[in-house]
């Protein structure tokens, strides 16, 4: 199995970049951790966190990318509905009822909030062309990776084959406990007394082996057994704050 680990970014701001992407395809590619600081760096606009220091934080995120001068956010629901933007406006955009996007228009920063789930990251170097989809299990067992590829592909011409895909920081299997309904949801049997135990990004790399993308990394970070740097809603109990992933092509300068 393929993998491939984030790394951090030097700097003032907890970034952790997916490795090699930059270089091989032209995008920005990663997800914000939880920082070191006084103050946990946690993006969740829809948590406990206080509203204006989760809104001063967004505000430092993204002022970091300079050459994005737009971000494209939704209120995720754990579903299967991919967005595709192709003229998308400067600023920030929140759409509602959406898991995915998939864009074209450089400058254009796409972002999913997670906290165990796992960010997907889909490139078609080709066409120029990115996906990123937030996968918890319902989404996942909605499809969402082959919604994601096949939006990407209406919409460029990408076949899956050209695409390539990483399945970023989230939970690992270990430490992912379930109920048989979660298991059968995905297409996993449910063998034994139970509970079961999950690997997400497995079951990910699998349906893109399907779907037929040949390179599929996995990352083998685990935001519930490395809280110091990422936030975990499982390992926390539900009480720890979002990261933000991000992938994008950058706006391109005379």
């Known amino acids: 199995m393929s993998t491939t680990d984030e790394l951090p970014v030097p700097g003032e701001l907890p970034l952790w970049e997916v490795p090699g992407w930059r270089e091989r395809f032209g995008v920005v590619a990663g997800i914000t951790g939880r920082g070191r600081g006084e103050e946990p760096f946690d993006l969740g606009l829809w948590g406990r966190a206080q509203v204006g220091a989760v809104m001063g934080r967004w505000r430092q995120f993204l002022s970091h990318f300079a050459d994005f001068p737009g971000a494209l956010l939704a209120h995720q629901v754990h579903g299967g509905r991919v ?3 192709e003229s998308a406006p400067a600023g920030w955009t929140l759409f509602e009822g959406a898991d995915g996007h998939v864009t074209s228009q450089p400058g254009r920063l796409l972002l999913v909030t997670v906290a165990d789930c796992v960010p997907v990251y889909l490139v078609a170097p080709r066409q120029r062309a990115v996906a990123l989809l937030h996968a918890g299990w319902r989404g996942t067992a909605a499809g969402i990776l082959a919604n994601g590829v096949a939006l990407l592909g209406a919409r460029t011409g990408a076949r899956p084959e050209e695409i390539v895909g990483h399945a970023g920081v989230a939970i690992s299997g270990p ?4 109920g048989a309904e979660v298991m059968t949801g995905v ?5 034994g007394p139970g509970p079961w135990h999950l690997d997400l990004r497995s079951v990910l790399k699998s349906q893109a082996e ?9 990352s083998t970070h685990c935001t519930s057994r490395e809280r110091a740097d990422f936030f975990s809603h499982r ?9 933000v992933a991000y992938l994008g092509l950058p ?3 005379d």
């Open 83 to 85: 967005l595709c933007h």
């Open 175 to 178: 430490c992912y406990e379930v």
């Open 187 to 191: 297409g996993e049997q449910a063998l």
């Open 210 to 218: 399907t779907i037929g993308i040949r390179e599929f990394t996995l």
């Open 235 to 243: 390992g926390s109990g539900g009480a720890d704050g979002r990261m």
């Open 251 to 253: 706006e391109t300068r």
